[in-house]
């Protein structure tokens, strides 16, 4: 799950992490109430949504740039009624973009130099690892591929917690001395204790700034959460934006099917998470699109068939329906009847090709057969995608 | 022969009261496995019933170990409470513990592989589907049946079988038997970024086995696991390996259902895992029709029978 950044500063604070001040607003009229908490002086205008590149994005109303500096709060008040309620497209959008629901307003610090921190899991050792760089304020990964030396990594042991002498190693790599170096110290082990206790899948700090005055800040967030841990932290879980996810999505989880859009055409639904991203490469690989990722999960229930239907018909994209299901352990005729059901409901009149494997399959196919329904019935993944992908073209 | 167990492993059941461990264990009992021993905190003393089965429930595992000669785990403990579980496992000196619970915090298993490390116990999972050995009679019955993979699918033989995915595991399985191409063991690693044993840890074990010919490994988008496994293949292992890739049409950035399958960098992509395994040798199947096929060429190049 991935918050704002104004709720991911809120966070930091709570844990002794220093970020610029500031106050966020989601109304014209909240603007200056907002702003009447921060200092006078320079002031930065920022979009909250969850995507990066809002610095460089453009609003679909032709204002550039969705993060402003503004010499003083006056302007910055006049700033924030361009952003509110426009859509913002990023390079991570896509180019529907989204629609900027809170703008949030900071002290415009000075910046005598940015780093980048970040941590998150490091799969090849199964602990947190620590990423700071000399180079912050642009992409890590580019930093990563041009300059690798200029990345230090510090793996840190679980059973002991973030050591002093790491610690000392990343200030040394980041080249900080006297009051910096002590509070970039204090900062780093705020943030993995910030990290470890919130069950954060990923904290970013990009860029990490040290300003004339010796202060070591925050300038940017970016958390996200580990879904699994969600059910021990009802606070962060309260955090969630509906308004940032894929309305089919938000749909899809409340009958525990996992479905993610595509922009093809062919959609499909299938059991398992491999068999399903498997039977979009599938698709692709005879020629066609997928439009979807969609998991039904071991059980497959009929209501959850029927609910997977209505969800991907929910796609005007949609020219063509692939069923794949393996059913090992599940009757096969069982999830037939269900597809049956399911397109009777709908009043499907897509081509629909269903591949069913597995226990009882027999009875499943006969049961498809003696439907009426005009569906076509594949034997093998690849005869199931080489029909659809001639069905739609 | 097969690798990590056989069909005279005794095994035990966390969580064999509740509805998903009941249900396999009942499949597992029909399937013919020697389940000795459920495990249950409170429930010590009942026991589990199924068509003149009668197995003991102890409220610990070290109690059921010692009192059944039980060597192996399979867990069915809902994610709060599966660290903790994987954890008493480990604790009893199980040879092998085998997580199937989905959805465990990540923070959990991190700490979980850090208490792991200098202990015998082996975990696979979690978020797996399990481990089959089969068995010689009828539908592969007799054999050792960990998990919640349809036993009937398989059948003996000296095909090694290492995967993240449950359902992609049973489609290259079932593609083997209908050619007639028998198993040795069948492992679902599972699909979580913190899990027990890798791609590697089983395809050296495979490769040790005498009774395996040939493997099929089956990988998906998210981490470097397959790219180590495919350098060892290349240096190592002598025997035919075929090789898939899940998530080649995945957007970066997403988690496709599993946890742990979401592109991180251009390293973890399908093509570029795909690339590695040609570079070490390992056949490629083109679609996951063609992994069984991708496996008769490479063991036809070498002049190796897999039956």
């Known amino acids: 799950m991935n918050i704002h950044e104004y709720q991911a500063k809120a966070l930091f604070e709570k844990y002794g992490v220093p970020v610029p001040r500031g106050a966020a607003a989601r109304s014209q009229a909240e603007f200056a109430t907002a702003l009447a908490q921060l200092p006078e002086g320079p002031t930065m205008v920022k979009s909250q949504i969850h995507a990066g590149g809002r610095g460089k994005g453009t609003f679909t109303n032709g204002f550039k740039g969705g993060v402003k500096f503004c010499a003083d709060k006056a302007a910055a008040l006049a700033m924030a009624g ?17 629609r900027v629901q809170t703008v949030y307003f900071t002290v415009a610090s000075d910046i005598k130099k940015e780093y980048y921190l970040a941590i998150l899991l490091d799969r090849a050792s199964s602990r947190p690892v620590i990423v700071a760089s000399t180079e912050g304020g642009v992409e890590i990964e580019k930093v990563a591929h041009e300059t690798p030396e200029k990345i230090t990594k510090v793996r840190v042991d679980p059973a002991y917690g973030l050591a002093d002498f790491q610690v000392r190693d990343l200030i040394a790599a980041l080249g900080l001395t006297g009051a910096e170096a002590k509070n970039a110290a204090k900062l780093i082990r ?83 998470a491999g068999l399903a991203m498997s039977t979009m490469d599938i698709i692709k690989h005879f020629g066609g699109t997928p439009a979807n990722f969609l998991d039904v999960g071991g059980g497959a229930s009929k209501d959850q068939v029927v609910a997977a239907f209505k969800i991907i018909l929910g796609d005007p994209n ?66 199931a995608a080489q029909k659809i992908v001639r069905l739609v073209a | 022969m097969a690798i990590l167990i056989t069909p005279t492993t005794k095994i035990l059941i966390q969580g064999i009261t509740g509805e998903f461990g009941a249900r396999h264990t009942r499949l597992s009992l029909d399937y013919g496995t020697q389940v000795v021993a459920g495990v249950t905190p409170g429930k010590g003393g009942q026991h589990f019933e199924h068509q003149g089965h009668r197995v003991p429930i102890f409220n610990s595992v070290a109690e059921a170990a010692r009192a059944t000669g039980a060597t192996v785990s399979a867990i069915f403990v809902p994610p709060p409470f599966a660290g903790d579980a994987i954890l008493e496992a480990v604790d009893a000196d199980l040879d092998l513990a085998v997580a199937i619970t989905e959805g465990i915090p990540i923070r959990d298993m991190i700490r979980v592989k850090r208490a792991m490390q200098g202990r015998r116990t082996r975990l696979v999972g979690p978020n797996c589907p399990g481990l089959v050995t089969p068995g010689t009679g009828p539908g592969s019955k007799g054999g050792c049946r960990i998990g919640i993979a349809p036993g009937y699918i398989h059948r003996p033989g000296h095909v090694g079988v290492v995967s993240r995915s449950g359902t992609l595991t049973y489609e290259a399985v079932f593609q083997l038997t209908s050619k007639g191409i028998g198993q040795s063991t069948c492992v679902g690693i599972g699909g979580d970024p913190v899990n027990g044993t890798s791609h590697l840890d089983v395809i050296k074990l495979f490769n040790a086995d005498p009774e395996t010919h040939g493997i099929i490994m089956i990988g998906e988008i998210g981490g470097s696991a397959e790219v180590e496994a495919a350098r060892w293949v290349r240096e190592h292992c002598r025997k035919p390996v075929a090789g898939f ?63």
Request: glycine share 10%; hydrophobic share 45%.
């Open chain 1, 318 to 383: 949609v020219k063509g329906i692939l069923v794949n299901i393996f059913g090992g352990i599940m009757d096969c005729n069982v999830i037939a009847q269900g597809i049956v059901e399911a397109v009777r409901e709908v009043g499907l009149k897509l081509p629909l090709v269903v591949r069913l494997e597995g226990n009882n399959v027999e009875a499943g196919k006969a049961t498809l057969a003696a439907s009426g329904l005009t569906l076509v019935s594949g034997d093998t993944m690849a005869d």
């Open chain 2, 245 to 307: 890739i899940a998530g080649a049409t995945a957007p970066a950035g997403r988690r496709m259902g599993h946890a742990g399958a979401v592109i991180g960098s251009h390293e973890d992509t399908a093509a570029a895992k795909i690339a590695i395994f040609r570079e070490c040798g390992i056949e490629v199947a083109a679609t996951p029709s063609d992994m069984a096929d991708a496996l008769l060429r490479s063991a036809a190049a070498r002049g190796i029978k897999l039956s």
């Open chain 1, 190 to 272: 705020n943030l993995y204790t910030c990290f470890w206790e919130t069950d954060a899948a990923m904290v970013e700090v990009n860029p990490l700034i040290t300003t004339p005055a010796g202060e070591v800040l925050a300038l940017d967030a970016k958390v996200s959460f580990d879904d699994n841990a969600l059910f021990r932290h009802p606070e962060i879980t309260a955090l969630r934006d509906l308004n940032e996810e894929d309305p089919k999505e938000i749909e899809a989880s409340k009958y525990s099917l996992s479905y993610i859009a595509l922009d093809g055409n062919i959609a499909c639904l299938v059991n398992g």
């Open chain 1, 82 to 98: 361009n952003m509110l309620g426009q859509t913002l497209v990023t390079a991570q959008t896509g180019p529907a973009g989204r």
